[in-house]
C-alpha cells in the first residue's frame, strides 16, 4: 500500500489545520467581493508589518500567476528576461510568461540553480539595438528550484547590476519562507533589504490551500497592477478566502514553523541517504528538497510505492521534496524502502 | 450596523457549510498536483454523470478565467466572438478574452440581456473577407447578467444559426445553476441538449469557495485545453481543493438546492418591491436578481447601509442579487429599509 | 472592355511618376539597412519642416502597420480605445490593433463618420474599475472613412476632451493629405496645431508605392516605438525606398497637387451625379470620395464594367473613390455609363 | 572617402535594375488592390512553376513578417519551436515570432551555424507534459547566418524527424537562393522535396526592393493565412509592386544568376583572404558570406573606410556579406584595404 504522505512535491501536501482553521473563520455573512474587504485588509497589514509599509500587495491564485504578471509589471513586449535555465518561469509554467507579457526569456546556464552576476553579464547584450530584445528584468528563484539558496551578498549584487543596467530583479518565492528560514532572516531581511523589486510570495507549498501574492517594494512599479490582475485572470471575487490563508501564516509566525520544519526533514532525509554509498546527493540541501543520484534501474522500483518526479532522465537524477507535514517517521520509512531498493 | 449579509453580488456571500466540510474531508494525506488525484477524478465522474459521458471537464479558479480559456479552445487570434453588449465577457473582465484569444468581441444590443438569431445574424458578415474578424463564437449568458433566463427553445435557435454558419456556442454559465433551476431541467437537459458546445459552470456563486469548471461537450475541442489551462494561468497545484467543491454541490442536489433557494428568495423581494408604486422592476426576475428603477435620491441614502451596485446611473437602475445564504428576514429587513427611504 | 482606371479604391491607382522617379535616383550604390542612410535623413528632416522640428517619425509598410503600432505606444494592453464605428481599426484590419495592442476598441455610432465629445464622453466609463478597460485613445480617421473631414475645432475639442481625461488622440491619416488639401491648411496646421498625439501619414493612397509614416508629436511618447516597429515586423531593411516615396511627395508639394487632384475629380463627379434624380448622394464630398445610394438592381451592370465596392449592402449605397491619376476624361465617361444604367 | 559599395549586408545592396524595371512596367493604370490583379496571379504560377503546382504562396513585405506569420501558420501558442542559437528568429527579430505566436523559441548550440538530428533530439522533450511548451516546429535558415548551407541529406533527416514526431519544418530562406546556387539544386529539389513544410523565400537580399513570399507545400496549412497575414499587418495595398518583384527575379532566372554571382565574389573574398596568414576564415564559405577572425585592432581602422558589422566581438569574428552587384573590383580594393590594415 502506497503511504499517505510522499516526497514528491510540497504541493502534494494538503492545507495546514491553522490555515484551513482561518478560512472558515472569516466565513461568516457577507463581504465585499474582489479585495474590499476587511479579511484582506488585514492581511494587507500584516504583509506591510512584515514586508514595510510602502510596498504594495496583491493576492492571486498562484505561482504561476504571480510570476507572469509581476513580470508585466516590469516589462513592455520587447523586454528580455534574464533567467537561470532550469528557472519554473523557462521550464515548468508552459510559456505563460511569454504569452503574457509578449517577452522572450534569455535562459542562463547555472552552476547550483543559481545565477550569478557573470552569467547574467554575457546574456546582457544587444542593448538599444532595435533588432534585439531589451533586457529589463533578472528573475531569480529563492529558493531555487534545486533546493539551493541564494546567499544575501549573491542576491545584493544581482540587484546592484539590476539597478546599475536599468533592470529590475525579481523573485520566484514559491518557496521564499524555507529560504528565509533556512538563511535564519526576517521576510524583509531576505528580500527587499537585498534590493529584491518584486517578489512571487507563495503560501501554496507553505501550508496554504491555494493563494500567492505579488508584492511590490516600490508602490511605483504597482500602478496599473490591479489592471493586470484582472485582464490576467487572476482576480478572485471571493477574495477573503485567500487572504485568510495569508493571515493563518502569519499568525504566529506559522510560515516560518512550516518553512523550518520543512527544511530540517530535508535534512534529516539527506544525512540518512547519504549513508547509503550508491545514493549520491547533487545539490547542497539547504531548503527543503533533496536531489540525488541514485541508480537508473532503482527508479521504476521505487516509484511503485512512492510517487515522485525524475528530475534529470540522463543523469539517473530524483527530486524529492519535504513539506510542513513531512514526520520524521515518513523520512525513516522512505530511506528503508530507499535502502532495500537501492542496496549499499 | 450594517446588516451581515447584503444584496450585492451573489460573490458577496460565503461558502456553504456543505462546501467546506468536503474541503476538509479532502485534506487528508497527500495528493498528486494538478488533478492527477482521486478526488479529481470523482468530481470529474459527477461531471460525466450529469452532463453525460462524453464531455470533458476542466477545473480552473474563476470564471473570467473558464470563459477566456473556454472561448481560446474554439477560436484563433483572427476569429471573433458574437456577444450581448451587457456580456460580463465584454464588459467585465478587463479585455481578458481579448488578451488571451486575441479576438474581436462584437457586442450585440438585445432586450432584456438576451441574444437573439436576428440580432446575432445582423452582426454576422465580412464572411471569408480577408480584412475582416471572422465570427466564430456565440456566447450567451445564462442566466443572463440582467437576471433573465433564456428559454430552451431560443438557445436552440442560436446554437442551430451558430452551427449552420460554422460556429461554436458557448455559454458562461456562471449561474448556470439559477438557470437551470429556474427552468426546472436538469444540468444536461440545460446546456448540451440544447446545442452548447462550450459551457463555463460556476461554483463560486452557487456556494463555492471559488471554482469554474470547462465542460466541453464534444471531446475533440479540448484536445489542447490542459495546455491553454496551464498557460492561462489557471491550473491549480492542489487541485482537490477545487474538485471538492464540485463533489459538494453536486452531492444530495446541493447546485440545485442552493439555486432554487437563490431564486426564490428574488421572487420574494420582487414581490414586495412590486408594491411600492415608485419602485419599477425593468427586467422579468427568472434567476437570483433583482433588476429596480428607483429615485435617484435614495440609492447613496440606501447604500449608507446596504452596499450594493449601481447597474445603470442615467436610468437609475439598481441591481440587488440574492443568494444561497439570503434568508426571508433578509428580505423582509431589507424591503422594510428601501421602503423607509422610498415613500410610496 | 475595362476602363484602365475605375473608381474602386485609391490604392488601386497606381504609384506617380515623380515618386518612382525618386526611387530610382536613390537606387545608388550601397546605403546602410534599416533607416540608418542619408535618404532617410532626409526624408526626416522634410518631416520635421512640415511638422515641426520636435517631432519623431518613423517609417512603415502600411496603414494597418502605422495605426497598431501607433496605437501601441499609447496604450498597455488593459486599455481601450475610442472609435467610430465605421473606423478603419475597427472595420477593416482583421483584429490587428487589438492583437498587437491587446486593447479592446470601444466602437462608437457616428453621423458623416465623425466622432463628437458627446459620443466620446458616453463611451468614457468605468474609469478606475479594475473590472473595466480604461480608455486611454480616442483615434479618429482623417479625411474620414465616408469622405467627410473633421473642421478644425471638431478635432481641437476631441482632443481637449482626451487630454482632460488623461487620454490620447490618434489620427489615422491614410488621407491627411485630402483632409488638409480640403481645408487648405498646413499639415502641421492640420495636426499638431489641434492636439493631435500621434498620426498614421499615409503615403500610398497618395501617389506612393507603399509607405507609411508614424509621426509623434510629443517625441516621449517614441521612446520605444523603434523596438515596436521592428517586433511589429515593420521595419524596412532597404529603407531608403520607402524614404524616397516621402521625399518626392515632399518634393514641389506632389503631396498636395495629388491630394487637391483627387479631390477635385470627386467633386466633379458629385456634381455630375448630382444631376441623376435616381442617385443620392448620402455624405458631404469634402475629400477624395462619393458615396452614393443608387438602385439596387444597377449595382451588378456598373460592376461588369468598373471594379467597385458597396459600402452598405441593405442601403444599397456604394463607394467611388478619385485618385492622383484620376482624369475628368475617366469622370466623364464613368458617369456616362452611371446614367445609362440608372436612366435619370 | 567611402566606397560606394560595402560588404556590410546583402540587404545594402541597391534594387537590381531588372527588378526596377518590372516595378515600373506594372504601373499602368489600376490594378484591384491586395493580391486580386493580375500581375500577382502570374507571379504566383511562376512560384508553382518552379515549387510545384500544389502550393500556396503568399506576399508579405519582409523577412520578419514572413517568418513570424509562417510560425503562426503552424503553433498554436503553447507550442515551441526549435531553433538555432544564432537563428535570425531567436537573435535578429525583436521578439516578433514570439510576440505574434506566443510560442517560445528553444535555442540549440549549434557547430556552422546548423541544426543537428542530434541536438534537436535534445531539445525534444516534456512531450504530453502539460507544463511543458510542447515543440511543433523545426526552423532551419538556410543558407544558415554564418554563410554555411545545410546538405541536402541534412535537410532531409531533420524533415524526417520532424514528422516523425509530428512536428514541422519551417525554414527562413532569406537567402535560399544563394543556398540552393550552392547546391547546383533547383529550387523544388532544394525545398520541397527534401520535406521542408514552409518556406519564408526572400527576395530582398537577392536584388529586390523588399518582398518576402511565405510558400506553404502542403495547402491545408495555409487555409488560414489570409487571415494571419492582414492580422499580422503583412498584406500590401498596392500588392502588384511586391509581386513585379518576383516576377523580375524568375524572369531569365535572374534569382540565379544574382545568387550565383554573390556567390562567386564570396569564394573570390575567401580566397585572396586566406592569403592574408593574420586572417582566419571561421565557417566554411558556402554562400555569400565570410566570417573572419582579425586581430582586435584592426577592426576600427577597417570601418573607417568601410561600414560592417561585427559578429563576435570577444572571439573578434568580422560577417562580410557580397551582394548581387558586388563586383570583383570591389573585391580587390577591399582586400587591399584590409591587408594594408592587417598586415601580413
Known amino acids: 500500500m502506497r503511504p499517505s504522505r510522499s516526497f514528491a512535491s510540497d504541493n502534494n501536501a494538503g492545507v495546514h489545520p491553522g490555515v484551513l482553521k482561518f478560512i472558515a473563520a472569516v466565513n461568516q455573512g457577507h463581504a465585499v ?3 474590499d474587504d476587511a479579511y484582506t485588509d488585514r492581511a494587507v497589514r500584516q504583509f506591510k ?4 509599509k510602502d510596498i504594495e500587495v ?12 509581476g513580470l508585466r509589471a516590469l516589462t513592455n513586449s520587447y523586454h528580455a528576461i534574464i533567467c ?3 528557472a519554473h518561469i523557462y521550464v515548468d509554467e508552459c510559456g505563460a510568461p511569454e504569452k503574457f507579457t509578449g517577452c522572450k526569456l534569455l535562459p542562463v546556464r547555472t552552476e547550483n540553480g543559481k545565477l550569478t552576476v557573470e552569467a547574467v553579464r554575457a546574456a546582457y547584450h544587444g542593448i538599444g539595438d532595435q533588432h534585439h530584445v531589451q533586457p529589463r528584468v533578472i528573475s531569480i528563484t529563492q529558493a531555487s528550484e534545486v533546493g539551493t539558496v541564494y546567499r544575501p551578498e549573491e542576491i545584493r549584487s544581482l540587484a546592484q547590476f539590476a539597478h546599475q543596467h536599468g ?6 518565492g514559491a518557496r521564499i519562507a524555507n529560504a528565509a528560514a533556512s538563511l535564519k532572516q526576517n521576510l524583509r531581511a ?10 512571487s510570495f507563495g503560501a501554496t507549498k507553505n501550508g496554504g490551500l491555494g493563494a500567492d501574492a505579488v508584492v511590490f517594494f516600490d508602490a511605483r512599479l504597482a500602478a496599473d497592477f490591479r489592471f493586470y490582475r484582472k485582464q490576467g485572470m487572476q482576480l478572485a471575487s471571493k477574495m477573503r478566502f485567500l487572504s485568510a490563508q495569508f493571515a493563518a501564516l502569519f499568525e504566529g509566525d506559522l510560515w516560518l514553523r512550516n518553512a523550518q520544519h520543512a527544511n530540517r526533514m530535508a535534512r534529516l532525509l539527506e544525512g540518512k541517504l547519504r549513508r547509503n554509498p550508491n545514493i549520491k546527493i547533487v545539490y547542497p540541501v539547504e531548503a527543503n528538497g533533496v536531489f540525488a543520484q541514485i541508480p537508473a534501474s532503482a527508479i521504476a522500483k521505487l516509484q511503485k510505492r512512492y510517487f515522485f518526479y525524475l528530475w534529470d532522465d540522463e543523469q539517473s537524477v530524483v527530486r524529492w521534496m519535504c513539506s510542513w507535514d513531512t514526520s520524521e517517521q515518513d523520512v525513516e520509512q522512505f530511506v ?3 535502502n532495500q531498493i537501492v542496496r549499499a
Chains 1, 2, 3, 4 share one sequence.
Not at 533592470?167 to 520566484?172: C, K, S, T, V
Not at 531576505?190 to 517578489?199: E, H, K, N, Q, R
Open 33 to 35: 467581493g474582489y479585495g
Open 84 to 86: 537561470a535555465q532550469a
Open 190 to 199: 531576505a528580500t527587499s533589504d537585498l534590493g529584491i523589486d518584486v517578489l
Open 167 to 172: 533592470m529590475f530583479l525579481h523573485a520566484d
Open 336 to 338: 528503508n524502502f530507499v
Open 58 to 69: 496583491f493576492f492571486v491564485f498562484n505561482g504561476t500567476g504571480a510570476n507572469a504578471l
Open 49 to 52: 508589518r512584515h514586508f514595510g
